[in-house]
């Protein structure tokens, strides 16, 4: 697996990495600070609120997730953030501390391939079963940065972890017959806002049903290295350009939000140079999924 050693503040250390590779997991605490972190949080606020007022007609209807719960229909995520009106999450893609960390754990030729909302309403405490995210050959690295927005405690819908399960795809649904919320060596992940949780998209996790829960909104962005996605899928080359765009419009955005702050050298292979454009796209469809292993009919990844 290729992994590039620590060269700036926000670059992971060896260290680091190597704990990453054995657990599945890594945490960073007080990660995002500031006004960073202060706009992501209006960001989120933001988000939330257009899903609620989005007109049955929008074509961007589809891209706010809802799900039937005891009391009626919540939204619980949100998906390609770009597109949605707020500067935050192209500034966050663009900033150091996202992209130190991918380039450390992903290579030189990192590509940003998802980017979402997921929350927790208050008093919407659903539990999320046990799960590898997506379940692949193992030649790279693949995993997923989490800035968390809100506090996220043991006992209120806490994201709980077994570390060491990301070698391997394993029986989710086995899993939570066997042993409920407290499989052997599993850990509750507790958070602040601005910390970080990196994970590997195979290790097992999931959040057990909470009430009386506060809200709790995480970004997610999910990052592959273009040599992965282009022998293994499920996209081709010409998405792998049009998602590798979105790394100098990031750029950009975090220049323009914080033009005293020292900017990320990106500096991927010749062939995986984007282009800049005016015209990129920030909403880059998925259309396929790398499958992954849930623990309920007719899950998706």
Known sequence: MVATSRTSPFHLTSEQVAFFDAQGYLILRNWITGELLTRLQAAGAAWMERGKTCAADDPQRGDFCWAKRENGEVMFRVDYLHDKGEAASLALLG?????????????????????????????????????????????????????????????????????????????????????????????????????????????????????????RRTIYYEFRAAEQILSEGPWDREWVDRRLRLVPLGLRAYAEMFPAEPPFEHSPDAEFRPEITDGADLKVAHVKHTPGSFCSAGSVP
């Not at 800035?147 to 819908?157: F, T």
């Open 95 to 215: 900033s150091p501390q996202v992209l130190g960390v991918a380039e450390s754990l992903c290579g030189r030729n990192f590509v940003p391939t998802y980017e979402s909302m997921v929350f927790k309403q208050e008093g919407d405490g659903e539990a999320i079963r046990w799960h590898q995210d997506a379940v692949h050959p193992r030649r790279h690295r693949i995993f997923n940065y989490d800035l968390y927005l809100d506090e996220s405690r043991d006992g209120a819908g806490a994201l709980v972890v077994i570390p060491g399960t990301q070698t391997t795809k394993l029986d989710a649904c086995e899993l939570e017959r066997m042993h409920g919320w407290t499989p052997p060596g599993s850990i509750v992940v507790e958070m602040q806002p601005g910390d970080v949780l990196l994970h590997d998209v195979m290790v097992v996790h999931g959040s057990p049903r909470a009430l009386g829960n506060a809200l």
